[in-house]
DNA sequence: TGTTCGCTTGTTTTT
DNA sequence: CAAGCGAACA
């Protein structure tokens, strides 16, 4: 391999180096992709390493895919041949030993992935029996609780007896019964995969050991998102024989709010004494004003171990900050903007990120009216819409009968005359005999039931036993097809409203994925949609102890990979464990996203709309820690861009309907104004004048201890005291009269009745008000909502 | 039993 | 503004 000649000094030095555990600080654009795979390359290549003693671990499924498509390329295989080198996800290297081994750590091989929306469907059940109230202990807040504690390794147990007040004394007991309706299920959620795969390779000393003896370098890419949980993953799986490259760049990490931590890549070293950091800074992605804007912002971080990024790019163009006036205004600029740039760059090219999804439909709006073609990503997901869950839930519960979760979401839909009183009778019943629905369906005596409630039933038990005989059977695309038809699916579908339209629509495409799938699957080697982990652990086998220890030379046999799961469950899989950015139309047109689907992406024009504080950062997140991360996510936005980053703010915007007053990111004024061009819309309405009531423009703000002249309001975008936010403005809504809530006061809210003020972040409509409730607790709200009177 | 209507409620990011 | 929920109606 001629490395001079395909990489700088850096890029060798991490891709070349010898044994041991290595961290590669790789800033943004620096070509850590490049790194990773010829490392890999350079392994099997120079030093002999055979393939499938090397796995790569990413976050997403299209980072898996490309980087294998290179590694193949690299190692120059023949078109469409795949080396055995693992490379995937870290929740597909988890999934995969669960299929095999989840017996061990309380699993069947059916089980059953929930997603969000099942998870919350089924926490709420969870606080329903152990009778707690709804409103004060959530299900989003007790599920959030019982994420973060899975990933940090704690069970239900540890979690009960280290809880204390109120909310998390009763977030125990929801935490311990939702476990067990999930086991009853035999259903895993997203943070049990990974849980319990650590658990796996814990508890099983032989399976560890093979698995370590194995697996002789992991390079895990993204490592600034890893959570407690993966990173003991990691040390399992490479043990202390083998090499770990961790890549990662600790200013783009964007998921503490799912576990990550950033002390994994901070402090590296801890985890892996004796390491050895490389960092890359040179880079190849954008202009240096660019570099030097997101720079700049970025350092005003403290958690972070710094480094300065450089390009022989050029200075380039400068940054484009648009304030405009409300987010229809925006969007308007956005498109006007782009038609422009479009007479030097394709609309693939060009790409619109914002913080949150809401802010794509007037973007959306615009760009149809504009007849600009344009592809977004998420919106609804395409999985999550109810057509194709319903579906989803049919084929589960075909492969696994307890799954309690989908049998009651199919139980009626379509409507086939099993309603309220017929499905609760069967719930009582099942719940009287302890065992799964699908049980109490076949065997129940169903008391109290009218006959046409019986006779109801016991269809919907022969639909389900004739289409699990047609599953055993037949391909997947057929016993889907049939689903559709015999469930009455399709005809519940055949109305011609738009509505019902668009749903078929969606069940067209979802058969289309599923044929798709099995023609892949079908062909001799991996579906790309799957990725392959087979070639990680000892072959599988028949006889129920993976332990014993005959398998000397076992290292040499590659398995033929995922082939012992069958083809439902690996497309239920497939269908669990897809995202959003995974189906992204690179070739339709200009992209819209949100900052967090962007994170690996480039495009040479990107604009960042909704500047705007209490969107970015996002109201929700303004303690230090979560501060930092909305730099970063700004940070992550710019550096996104090659050549053309345009950065927009409204001075208003409509939030849940209502139009409120929007004041500048406070990460604007520390952007340098060198690298700026800086326009206001003639639509950006003046609001009152800053000289009058002596209120610094927020640029003047950073000067504002010395008198210095300042830039023009009228240029840069007027900031109204902040107190005064959203009272001024005759659009805005009614505030609450008169109520200055602060710290120590006693309050009252309307149902949640007598409390105390803890703290106040933000203010006027925006404000966040932490509360101690006498009768519940710790809440927080917001200000627009909480109605709270002095008391 | 199934559908529709009006009410409340509450807002981030996603493997 | 929407989603979600319960109650009233067909």
Redesign the pocket.
Known sequence: MDLPRLLNPEQIAAVTFGDGPQLVLAGAGSGKTRVITHRIAWLIAERGVEPYRIAAVT???KAAGEMRERVDRLLGLPEGARSEVFVG???RFALRLLRRYGERVGVSPGFSIL???DQLALM?RAIEDEDLDP?TV?P?AVLSAV?DAKNRLIGPGRFASEASGFFETRAARAFHRYQKLLRQANGVD??DMIALAVQLLEQEEVLRQRMQRRLRYLLVDEFQDTNFAQLRLVELAIGAGGSLTAVGDEDQS??R??GAELDNILRFEDAFPGATVHKLERNYRSTQNILDASGALVSNNEQRRGKRLWTDHGPGERIALHYAGDEGDEARWIAARMRQLHDSYTWTEMAILV????QT?ALEDELLRQRIPYSL??G??FYERAEIKDLVAYLRVLRNPRDNLSLRRIL?QP?????????QALFEEAEAMGSALWDALRFARLRG??Q??RS?LLRFRELIEQLRTLAATQDLPTVLQEVIEATGYARLLSKDDADAQARLENVREFLSAAQEFNEDAGATDLPALVGSIGALEAPPRRDPDPGDDEEDGDDASPLGPEEDSDPLTMFLDYVS??????GLQTDAGVSV?????AKGLEFPVVFVAGLEDGLLP?F??QAPE?LE??RR?LYVGMTRAERRLHLTSCSRR?????YQDQEPSPFLPELPEAQLEITESAARMPRYDSRLTGVHSFFGDRTSAAPAPRPTPSSLGVAPASASRGRTSPLAPAPNPGVAVRPQMSVRHP?LGRGVVLAVEGDGDSAKITVFFDRSGKRRL?A??AGLEPG
Request: aromatic share 8%; glycine share 6%.
């Open positions: 976050f997403t499924n996800t870290f929740h997603d969000t929306q709420k409103s959530t989003r994420s997203f943070d964007i998921y709010w799912r913080r949150t999804n809401a439909r990503v998420a609804v997901r009626n409507p086939r005359g099993i309603g309220k009183a017929t499905a039931v009218s046409r409630g109801a464990l897809v995202s959003d950015i995974d996203m949100t900052l967090h689907s996002h929700n997140s979560e991360e909305e996510l409509r939030i849940a309907g209502r149902t917001l627009k909502y």
